[in-house]
């Protein structure tokens, strides 16, 4: 053939009533130039073609023609392939010079078409949510949200929008994905399934929606690293009051009166214990200091002078806290400080 032809490999996917077109790739084998004239042939799609197409091809060149396909709005769906033929005839000498057939597939008409449109990043996000109904009757649109990965919130604002015939409506999206408190972002993607809202709950949607983010930490990196900075200064100054406690005779566990009793009511919350020699005290009170200047509540407690801890041969310096109603009560202590505290354990 004089002309090669090639059609999309892939089914090019038709909706009655709405216009599509099918880029069809002509190569002249020609020594001289041409003109062609392309029509489609054979098959419903014959019929839906927008007439026949002429163009000039040059010796040896290319170039690719879009030819407008329109089924009615009233053909019937169907899956099943169909097929089209592509016929390019010599437009001075009415001379066949080649042709090619491809597929198309004839879906239901579009009842509800979904875009989403992020308004704003961060943590919080915002989007937006835009419903078209290009159909002829009103629409009642049910919202569903759903985010991946799970532990964060999506709130849909109103969860149901009723969509005129041939207009639009909107929904307010607001993202809570799950986020580190310090360190890395965590990417989040949230998925909106619209059905009718007169259909059944497993209905199929008339239309998804998705759209991915980052999802910053709650703890920026300039304000981490002045937390962290403060907490050196914090646990240095407090390993310095310790060690100048011990020097003029302090204890840095308890209260000026070295032998009053300290009593410790169960069930509590065993955070973590140092030896009361070598670098134990300074240790602990450092540790002291790091959990209360991140706002966990927390007592030093020498074991020594609790009748209610249990010392070893020479005893302990315990950071604990009790007061606590249940066992329960103390293991969600221990669950929401066991980044801070990994070591925290519930004694009853």
Do not use: K
Request: with cysteine; aromatic share 2%; charged share 20%.
């Amino acid at each position: 053939m004089a002309v090669e032809i090639r059609v999309p490999r892939q089914p090019i996917a038709l909706r009655p009533g709405e216009a599509a077109t099918v880029p069809v790739e002509l190569t002249s084998a020609s020594p001289t130039d041409l003109r062609v004239r392309l029509s489609v042939v054979g098959g419903r799609a014959a019929s839906w073609a927008a007439g026949e197409r002429t163009v000039a091809l040059p010796a040896g060149g290319s170039r690719t023609v879009d030819l407008a396909v329109q089924p009615p709005a009233d053909a019937a769906p169907s899956t099943a392939l169909l097929p089209f033929t592509v016929r390019v005839d010599d437009l001075d000498g009415g001379v066949p010079l080649g042709r090619a057939t491809g597929l198309v597939t004839l879906a239901a008409p579009e009842s509800l078409r979904a875009t989403l449109h992020r308004t704003s990043a961060g943590r919080p996000a915002h989007f937006t949510l835009t419903l078209r109904n290009p159909g002829t009757d009103r629409l009642p649109v049910a919202i569903a949200a759903r985010l991946h990965p799970s532990g964060g919130r999506v709130l849909v604002r109103p969860e149901a929008v009723d969509v005129p015939a041939g207009g639009s409506a909107t929904a307010h999206v607001e993202v809570r994905p799950p986020a580190l408190l310090v360190g890395g972002t965590i990417p989040y993607a949230v998925t909106l399934s619209c059905r009718d809202a007169r259909a059944a709950a497993d209905a199929p949607a008339l239309a998804t929606v998705e759209e991915g983010g980052q999802s910053p930490p709650r703890v920026g990196r300039a304000v981490a690293a002045a937390l962290t900075a403060l907490l050196v200064v914090v646990a240095v100054a407090a390993a310095l009051l310790g060690g100048w406690s011990r020097l003029t005779g302090r204890q840095s566990a308890a209260a000026e009166d070295p032998d009053a009793e300290v009593r410790v009511r169960a069930p509590y919350a065993y955070v973590q214990a140092f030896p009361r020699g070598g670098t134990g005290p300074a240790d602990a009170d450092a540790t002291l200091a790091r959990l209360t200047a991140a706002g966990i509540p927390v007592r030093l407690v020498d074991s020594t002078r609790s009748p209610d801890l249990a010392d070893g041969p020479d005893g302990l310096l315990v950071l604990l806290q009790d007061g606590f109603a249940s066992a329960g009560e103390a293991q969600t202590y221990c669950d929401q400080h066991r980044a801070l505290a990994p070591r925290c354990q519930v004694v009853s």
